[in-house]
């Protein structure tokens, strides 16, 4: 087979790849994580004749860690790069020997904190809904060994998954189907120059280690093969994840209702379950009100230890003051956040923007265009035709007397006491419900509905997305998403 068969062999791998696990859909915006080492600039290129098929709209982004004397000559040409290829780039520079005393963490976990954060900005500022890395199969490989000597649960063993949501985006990995000796061909083919990390040589990094020693020892005294093996446990392990995570979803709409902002899981239905899927529903109930990096195997293992007591009444506190009770057939789970000293102060929304409304909550907004959208909205997320908001300022607020709301797909307005009532919220919890205006209309009820007359139609061309959410406290040391 000839270099330029294997190219092309190499290119339609990764679009058939592309096409499996519907990475792209048309006209997208992508951020592009480039370092200007083999594996982005694989990607790069690839993505070239990518977007030419899919319309996509590419941005490059390069983050200098200035760990290295060669950092700014290397922003310098990934810059120039872009120029050549006629693509918006965006570069910034971290110290990441501070940034790592800031988080109190490793260089490496520093890195990797502040290079996921840096592609998030670009994708906000671009209204970008996917990011891409260049991680590959030789990557994979060396993932899921990690994770097994950590001590890894069976999601682990999937490794670094093809594609995943993290902070209202996706985050794609389009080379997976490539080992590195394919991508190093394909930039040897195209005469590429990708820069070589002299970092990646130092075996104080831990997955250098293994990258360097480890998997070598393995591949000559126990199995040749091994990084095949380990690559292939994580597509078989991803299948299995995939499967459980679906029947735990299911499960957990069946067995699990909502009063509030409580979640209520049925005690009975849920011991019933297989150990297996008790363990999945019980994440995410807690992923409602913690972040991910927040819920770990301690915590599964306590809401399981209560479900075996048979004492009603017993109790368990978990992170950021959630509350955990069960009382007869039911398990409650509630946020201390919510238990009524949360009063909303009347603030305005910027467009775009953010505002805190309480110390864990805020209000994020930004107008798109209709076909940037993801249908449907999640429960604390707002799609209003943005034509139809009346001039003026957008506020939040806490509920007032008399006020009434237009509910979508209800008859006509309804008294705002009224709706709490229908739904059960206690009356201690009201008042921290956000109220979201334009002018003296109510145009959104945040987790509920949104306004009848602001909804989004055939005719809508641009969207005000609102976004009700948690903010983390800047000083917890985890900035990226988990299990990369």
């Known amino acids: 087979m000839s270099s330029g068969d294997r190219m092309r062999k190499q290119y339609l791998k990764v679009y058939n790849f592309v096409k499996e696990f519907e990475l792209l859909r048309r006209n997208e915006t992508v951020v592009l994580a480039v370092s200007g080492g083999p594996d982005s600039l694989c990607l790069l290129y690839i993505f070239k004749n990518l977007a030419a098929e899919f319309k996509l709209n590419l941005i490059i982004a390069h983050l200098n860690h200035c760990l290295r004397p060669e950092g700014d000559h290397e922003a310098a040409a990934v810059a ?4 050549e290829l006629n693509l918006p780039c965006e570069v910034k520079a971290v110290d990441i020997r501070v940034y790592k005393k800031t988080l109190g963490v490793g260089e490496e976990e520093a890195g990797r904190s502040a290079r996921y954060l840096f592609l998030l900005e670009v994708a906000r500022k671009y209204g970008a809904s996917k990011i891409a890395t260049g991680h590959h199969r030789d990557d994979q490989a060396e993932t899921v060994l990690l994770n097994i000597i950590r001590g890894s649960s069976v999601d682990g063993l999937s490794g670094i998954l093809p594609i995943r949501k993290w902070k209202g985006l996706e985050l794609i990995r389009p080379l997976l189907c490539l080992w590195r000796d394919e991508i190093e061909s394909f930039c040897m083919y195209h005469q590429l120059k990708p820069f070589i990390d002299s970092s990646n040589l130092e075996t104080e990094y831990k997955r250098n280690k293994l990258r360097l020693e480890l998997i070598p020892h393995l591949e000559e005294k126990y199995n040749p093969k091994i990084r095949q093996s380990l690559a292939r446990l994580a ?26 902002d409580d979640t209520i899981i049925n005690r009975q239905s849920l011991k019933a379950l297989p150990p297996a899927l008790q363990g999945r529903i019980a994440h995410i109930a807690l992923k409602k009100y913690l ?19 048979s004492s009603t009444g017993k109790k368990l506190t978990l992170p950021d003051g959630l509350q955990l009770e069960q009382s007869y057939d039911r398990i409650i789970i509630s946020s201390r956040h919510l238990q009524g000293s949360d009063i ?19 209000i994020e907004s930004r107008v798109v265009s209709v076909n940037k959208l993801s249908w449907p909205p999640g429960k604390y997320e707002a799609y209003l035709d943005y034509s139809k ?30 709706i709490f009532i229908d739904h059960k919220i206690p009356r201690k919890r009201r008042d921290t419900i956000p109220v979201v205006t334009a002018g003296d209309k109510i145009i959104w009820l945040a987790g509920f ?14 969207v005000l997305l609102l976004q009700y959410k948690a903010y983390i406290k800047k000083n917890n040391g985890k900035g990226g998403p988990h299990n990369d």
């Open 449 to 462: 509905r949104i306004a009848e007359p602001y909804k989004v139609t055939e005719k809508t061309k641009q």
């Open 344 to 362: 909303i102060k009347p603030v305005i929304v910027p467009i775009p923007g953010r505002v805190r409304i309480t110390d864990r909550f805020g």
């Open 291 to 309: 972040p991910t990096g927040k819920i770990n195997r301690v915590h599964i293992e306590q809401v399981l230890k209560i479900l075996q007591n």
């Open 389 to 418: 908001i009346p001039a003026g300022a957008i506020s939040v607020r806490s509920r007032k007397p008399g006020d009434r709301f237009f509910p979508q797909g209800s008859a006509g307005r309804k008294k705002l006491k009224d």
């Open 80 to 83: 120039a790069l872009a120029k």
């Open 235 to 260: 597509d078989l392990a991803a299948r299995d994840r995939l499967f459980l995570q679906t029947l735990a979803r299911l499960n957990y709409r069946k067995i699990t209702h909502f009063a509030g």
